[in-house]
């Protein structure tokens, strides 16, 4: 009985020993999807002045591109900002001076494994 036991227990090591590069092989594959966390507003400064910003959170550092553009209630670009970075938090603002009314801000955010467009509707 113990032979047999010794002899599973040796089968089974070599057969883990066998599948360890495989499963190692795996975790660098970028086959992981990372959760992107995408965000924007607008700011109020002061008076008529407001920041129009975005943000992404990015926990797996990978390549993303933010580009930020606030867009008045009849679609004309009213300020765009934009960056690449790898960095863990990616963002960009412009500061504007905007009436009461509806604005659109369109937030494009592409990375090596997502790419995405959040629109927020900001009412001043």
Same mark, same amino acid.
């Given at each position: 009985?113990?032979?047999?036991? !010794?002899? /599973?227990?040796? /089968?089974? %090591? %070599?057969?883990? %020993?066998?599948? %360890?590069?495989?499963?190692?092989?795996?975790?660098?594959?970028?086959?992981?999807?990372? @959760?992107?966390?995408?965000?924007?507003?607008?700011?109020?400064?002061?008076?008529?002045?407001?920041?129009?910003?975005?943000? /992404?959170?990015?926990?797996? !550092?990978?390549?993303?591109?933010?580009?930020?553009?606030?867009?008045? @209630?009849?679609?004309? !670009?009213?300020?765009? #900002?934009?960056? =690449?970075?790898?960095? @863990?938090?990616?963002?960009?603002? #412009?500061? /504007?001076?905007? +009436? #009461?009314?509806?604005?659109?801000?369109?937030?494009?955010? +592409?990375?090596? =494994?997502? #790419?995405? !467009?959040? +629109?927020?509707?900001?009412?001043?």
């Amino acid at each position: 009985m113990k032979k047999k036991l !010794l002899c /599973v227990s040796l /089968v089974l %090591m %070599m057969c883990l %020993m066998a599948a %360890m590069p495989t499963f190692a092989d795996n975790q660098n594959t970028g086959e992981i999807k990372s @959760a992107l966390q995408v965000s924007g507003d607008l700011y109020h400064v002061t008076g008529s002045q407001y920041t129009a910003w975005a943000r /992404v959170l990015n926990p797996a !550092l990978e390549h993303v591109s933010l580009t930020m553009g606030l867009y008045d @209630a009849n679609n004309n !670009l009213i300020t765009m #900002s934009g960056k =690449t970075s790898s960095d @863990a938090i990616v963002k960009v603002s #412009s500061t /504007v001076t905007l +009436t #009461s009314g509806t604005y659109v801000m369109k937030i494009w955010v +592409t990375g090596n =494994t997502v #790419s995405r !467009l959040i +629109t927020v509707t900001c009412n001043i």
